[in-house]
């Protein structure tokens, strides 16, 4: 089945630095990737939608600026947090949807951020 | 607007005990509803999902879900809990937006396993 692999699973890193979250589709082309954060002990929240070739679309409140997203080919989107301090410490998860119809959305395994 | 309402924030069963995790959606066509579980740290796996046809749905790891149109609800259940199925649950219903296919979700309900 289709796969997304994402990296890193977890990142440490410094107030001030920035951190590239990497989805790529391992065996299928990934046109758009969803981008969501996750809170402990909390939902999904959809951050943006990526779509090759094209503007991200960032939900409502999202920082784009802070929250850089690229989806330069079929098989690879990233998310940069730049800036980064500890509130943006959270669980980030990419998704894929289906090409055709809802059946077989593919998560990506989930990167644990965490600012010091 | 489109919703999903978890009514239970946390459930605790004691191990072979039967299980049953409510769900609620507003959607104003013919739902597409999913049943997901996210073990701690870790990514989501699709337990099973309703599209049409038979209302009772099974999934992995003998869970079973049944769509009720008329109570606007989709229960997740399972007969005997083992305590690997302690862990986060969420529901969603699929949502055509656009050119996209969005998920809305869930709050989620946590489930415990008392030995």
């Known amino acids: 089945g289709a796969v997304v692999s994402q990296h890193p699973s977890w990142v440490i890193c410094k107030s001030g630095t920035s951190v590239k979250i990497e989805c790529r589709s391992l065996?299928?082309?990934?046109?758009?990737m969803f981008w969501y954060r996750q809170f402990p002990k909390q939902s999904l929240m959809l951050m943006a939608t990526?779509?090759?070739?094209?503007?991200?679309?960032?939900e409502q409140g999202v920082e784009k600026d802070k929250f850089l997203i690229n989806h330069a080919s079929l098989t690879l989107s990233t998310l940069t947090v730049t800036s980064a301090h500890p509130e943006d410490s959270s669980f980030y998860i990419c998704?894929?949807?289906?090409?055709?119809?809802?059946?077989?959305?593919?998560f990506g395994s989930g990167t644990r951020l965490t600012v010091v | 607007a489109q919703s999903v309402t978890q009514p239970d924030i946390h459930i605790t069963v004691s191990e072979g005990a039967s299980l049953e995790l409510r769900c609620n959606y507003s959607y104003g066509a013919t739902p597409y509803l999913f049943w997901y579980v996210q073990s701690p740290g870790q990514g989501l796996q699709l337990l099973l999902k309703?599209?049409?046809?038979d209302t009772l749905v099974q999934g992995i790891k003998g869970f079973e879900a049944e769509f009720k149109r008329s109570q606007s609800s989709f229960n997740l259940r399972k007969p005997s809990v083992h305590w690997s199925d302690a862990a986060e649950y969420f529901c969603?219903?699929?949502?055509?937006?656009?050119?996209?296919?969005?998920?809305?979700w869930g709050l989620g309900t946590s489930l415990a396993v008392n030995p």
């Open positions: 969603a219903v699929g949502d055509y937006t656009g050119n996209n296919r969005k998920l809305i």
């Open positions: 065996d299928f082309q990934a046109t758009t």
């Open positions: 998704s894929a949807p289906p090409r055709t119809g809802f059946g077989g959305y593919t």
């Open positions: 309703y599209f049409s046809g």
């Open positions: 990526s779509n090759e070739g094209s503007k991200a679309t960032y």
